[in-house]
């Protein structure tokens, strides 16, 4: 028997994961392998949905009202093409398919 401390609430049985992934087109950056990182993810308890990796989808599942507890992306990184800018941006996919790329402060903007 388990004892439990006021005002504690043990963990649920399963967990609900949102796998994100961007593998983008036209930017000359290798494919992700997605199915590995699927695989990787799979385990007892663990309920995982796969979505595509747009700024749209990943503003959805922040503000959703049944946010996953676990948010995993796949993404490429990429400095920006502005030689002069030494921010790093994570590259997300756009609608049509193309790089899209995120910096910190935009990320921020979605809900993170």
Known sequence: EVSTAEGW?????SLH?????????HRGLRELNVRAEWEALQAPGL?????????????EVLLSKSR??????????????DEGDPSIAVVLEGSDG???MLSGDELLELGW
């Open 98 to 100: 193309a790089a899209q």
């Open 9 to 13: 609430n043990p963990p649920p049985t």
């Open 47 to 59: 309920d995982v949905e796969v979505r595509n990796g747009t700024s749209e989808v990943l503003h």
């Open 17 to 25: 994961a949102c796998f994100c992934y961007a593998s983008p087109l």
């Open 68 to 81: 996953p507890e676990i948010l995993h992306i796949a993404a490429h990184c990429a400095q920006p093409e």
